[in-house]
């Protein structure tokens, strides 16, 4: 049995249509954790006017927190991002937001772009 065919068994598809059934598994809609962000995504996150307003030596930390290749956003970076930043920034919502992407099911399952087609191939 075929991926594709184990998740189409199950009762969330069951009286979809192949279409239907199509346009579910590939519907972008799953919120997703990353399992990690770049330098680069924190400082996209980042609220100019906060940053402005920063002490230099929160500046200086935020900033080489940013320099490292890859921070787990669920792990030890949360609590140094609030300790710069607060609890309630804007820069904090938007790293919180930045940290999850949406995914489709099919994605999820790492079978691409289901078409009706391949939908009904499985199906039987």
């Not at 949360?78 to 609890?87: A, F, H, L, R």
């Not at 940290?99 to 499985?122: F, H």
Request: glycine share 8%; hydrophobic share 45%; net charge negative.
């Amino acid at each position: 049995m075929s991926t594709l065919s184990i998740e189409l068994a199950l009762p969330a598809y069951t009286g979809l249509t192949d279409a239907e059934a199509a346009t579910a598994l590939n519907l972008v809609n799953i919120s997703t954790p990353k399992t990690s962000m770049s330098g680069s995504e924190l400082l996209d996150a980042q609220d100019a006017v906060e940053f402005i307003a920063l002490t230099d030596a929160k500046k200086a930390q935020w900033l080489a927190l940013c320099g490292i290749g890859s921070v787990d956003p669920y792990g030890q970076a949360v609590e140094v991002v609030k300790d710069i930043w607060g609890n309630s920034s804007t820069t904090v919502s938007n790293l919180a937001a930045a940290r999850t992407t949406l995914a489709s099911r099919a994605s999820q399952l790492g079978i691409g772009k289901v078409r009706e087609g391949e939908v009904a191939r499985a199906r039987t």
